[in-house]
């Protein structure tokens, strides 16, 4: 079988695993303690090792062979949820969900740039921007199918039955893993230790000092994390519950939507990119700029607010989707095979770190402004065009 449709099948069986069951710990947490603040607290902690997760992973994926390491990942993590299943009836709740919790968002956080350093040993050129837009496609169905099967198999196997089922899913994908054979991958691991990764991340923020290009590139990935993608994710559940007070379930149908978007322009970037390439992601930037803007415009409009959201929000999330896509592709060519793992997850934790200001910010500024929250996404669309032009007049993106 195909190399990349291997390691696509074993992502597609180990993301859902692992999303489903970020899910469901600590909704069962919730449903056994009652405390909302003890739910938001146990998912806002398992944030750390997930961000610690991706600058190890970013290292480990360039001294290690990839195949053998995703493996290792997909083995441990079977050995997580049984241990998990196996203790559940006799060890004390909170510790345990905290410590599983904790160790999924750390592995999920070495997964993916170990994935992502694969891609340019097995494709090039178009076929290089096709499987960034798989990677996407199946990293966005698996967040969104995870959860609701997560939940539904919550509630028929109970915690342990769904622990037990994702052990499976992790076995399966480490059995796939330890089939495929990469090209020029390392031919041998090379020692690890403590120092040789803090000196590998190191190396790693003194390459992107170095190389202008793709420095300009981490700062178009932070900017928008800080100024655009917050404002929708902040901004829907603000305008669909408290502004126009709708129930819970036109807000799930809204976040369906918005995924749905996520998925469609994971599906573009495959056949878009392909036929019209381009070099700079400046129009993507701009079109993100313009549909928080005129989102802002339509909700003024009372006919048009429930309405514009569904569309311009999924119109969002699909052009989201495809910068996101182009971004890992320029990354990929700008970045030698030798120090690309470790680009990667540390570009990844830049966007990371901004998100939960802008995040804070739009929270903020939403609560202030809460009678003009259109008010709040124009200026999103304005201010993030704004920047736009000062990274482009620096030759930025």
Same mark, same amino acid.
């Given at each position: ?29 919730l449903r056994q303690t009652g405390s909302a603040a003890l739910y938001g607290g146990i998912t806002a902690l398992a944030m750390l090792p997930a961000l610690a997760g991706m600058l190890t992973g970013g290292a480990l994926a ?95 196997? &109970?915690?342990?039955? %769904? +622990?037990? =089922?994702? $052990?499976? /899913?992790? #076995? !399966? ?32 923020a003194q390459f992107l000092t170095g190389q202008a290009a793709v420095l300009r590139l981490a700062a178009a990935m932070a900017a928008v994390n800080l100024l655009e993608v917050p404002a929708l994710t902040v901004g829907v ?43 700079? &992601?400046?129009?993507? %930037? +701009?079109? =993100?700029? $313009?549909? /928080?803007? #005129? !989102? ?79 008010d709040v996404l124009l200026a999103a669309g304005v201010l993030s065009a704004l920047v736009l032009w000062l990274l482009q007049t620096r030759r930025t993106v």
């Amino acid at each position: 079988m195909n190399t990349f449709i291997l390691i696509v099948l074993g992502q597609i069986v180990s993301l859902f695993g692992n999303a489903a069951l970020r899910f469901a710990l600590p909704l069962y947490l919730l449903r056994q303690t009652g405390s909302a603040a003890l739910y938001g607290g146990i998912t806002a902690l398992a944030m750390l090792p997930a961000l610690a997760g991706m600058l190890t992973g970013g290292a480990l994926a360039d001294r290690c062979r990839k195949a053998r390491l995703m493996a290792l990942l997909d083995l441990v993590t079977t050995g997580i949820a049984a241990a998990a299943a196996a203790g559940l009836p006799h060890l004390p709740l909170l510790p345990l969900v905290l410590t599983v919790l904790g160790i999924l968002y750390a592995i999920q956080g070495l997964y993916q740039p170990v994935v992502r350093a694969c891609l340019p040993l097995l494709l090039n050129g178009t076929q290089l921007l096709r499987g960034n837009a798989v990677i996407q496609l199946v990293d966005t169905v698996d967040e969104l199918l995870g959860p609701l099967l997560g939940a539904v198999l919550l509630e028929h196997l &109970g915690i342990r039955g %769904l +622990l037990v =089922l994702c $052990g499976c /899913c992790f #076995a !399966l994908s480490a059995g796939m893993e330890l089939c495929l054979r990469i090209p020029q991958d390392v031919p041998y691991d090379t020692k690890l230790s403590v120092r040789s990764l803090w000196a590998d991340l190191r190396e790693s923020a003194q390459f992107l000092t170095g190389q202008a290009a793709v420095l300009r590139l981490a700062a178009a990935m932070a900017a928008v994390n800080l100024l655009e993608v917050p404002a929708l994710t902040v901004g829907v559940p603000v305008l669909v519950v408290q502004t126009l007070q709708k129930s819970d379930a036109s807000l799930g149908l809204v976040q369906a939507v918005l995924s749905a978007g996520g998925i469609l322009g994971g599906v573009l970037a495959g056949t878009i990119f392909v036929r019209y390439p381009i070099r700079s &992601g400046t129009p993507l %930037l +701009l079109a =993100l700029s $313009g549909v /928080c803007a #005129a !989102l802002g415009l339509a909700l003024r409009v009372s006919v048009l607010q429930f309405g514009s959201i569904l569309v311009l929000g999924a119109v969002f999330m699909a052009v989201a989707a495809l910068f996101n896509v182009w971004f890992f592709a320029q990354l990929q060519v700008l970045v030698p095979q030798a120090q690309l793992g470790k680009t990667t997850a540390c570009c990844t934790v830049l966007a990371c770190l901004t998100q939960p200001i802008g995040q804070a910010a739009y929270g903020i500024a939403f609560q202030h402004w809460a009678a003009h929250p259109a008010d709040v996404l124009l200026a999103a669309g304005v201010l993030s065009a704004l920047v736009l032009w000062l990274l482009q007049t620096r030759r930025t993106v």
